[in-house]
């Protein structure tokens, strides 16, 4: 996702990596079952949030550097349970509803890493308050350092507030909300 006003030159199709806390702490809010799911991550990038997803499911990882491009495909490349990526933050909302139109056949779960007002958009209810696959807004109480120096210091205080969507078509009741880490 990328950081508009944050004094950094806005990276190349918004590829911004997420730090592997982010990814972790989003694991033990997911309904997982005894199985291993198969999740797609989408918008891969350089690949930090598909290496800490392989840590809990088997993973397929795609890029439109990659040569694909999401929002054109028409069913997953592969059989996936679920959708989870850090969308490309000019088209975020585009990923969403891809991602929930493609995983509501399969019954499937979509998280999306995104700027936590980003439900508060009156034009976007139909993904959230009038979504009934939407079950949880998980907020992260420490803000992600896109930019870090050698040492891993963060190379400019990070200006703003993240969160994890997600959306589960099994879900069944309101949307709740829940805090990490
Ligand atoms: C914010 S980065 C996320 C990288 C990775 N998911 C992570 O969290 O470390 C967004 C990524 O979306 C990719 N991207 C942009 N538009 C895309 C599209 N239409 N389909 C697939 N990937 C796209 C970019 O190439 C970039 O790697």
Aim: a negative charge; glycine letters at 4%.
């Amino acid at each position: 996702m990328s950081q508009r006003e944050s004094g950094y030159a806005r990276k190349e199709r918004d590829l911004y990596e997420t730090p592997e806390w982010v990814t972790e702490a989003l694991i033990p809010h997911l309904p997982l079952p005894s199985s291993r799911l198969a999740v797609w991550e989408p918008a891969c990038g350089s690949g930090k949030m598909r290496d800490a997803l392989m840590k809990s499911f088997d993973v397929m990882a795609s890029d439109i550097a990659l040569g694909t491009d999401f929002l054109l495909e028409q069913r997953p490349p592969w059989p996936v349970d679920w959708i989870i990526t850090n969308p490309p933050y000019e088209l975020a909302t585009e990923f969403c509803e891809h991602a929930l139109r493609l995983m509501e056949p399969v019954g499937g779960l979509v998280a999306m890493l995104l700027r936590t007002d980003f439900d508060h958009a009156k034009g976007r209810a139909y993904l959230f308050r009038d979504c009934p696959a939407f079950s949880k807004k998980l907020v992260l109480m420490k803000r992600i350092a896109w930019f870090v120096e050698e040492n891993g210091k963060p190379k400019a205080s990070p200006s703003f507030n993240h969160c994890w969507m997600i959306w589960d078509w099994k879900h069944e009741g309101p949307p709740t909300i829940a805090y990490a880490p």
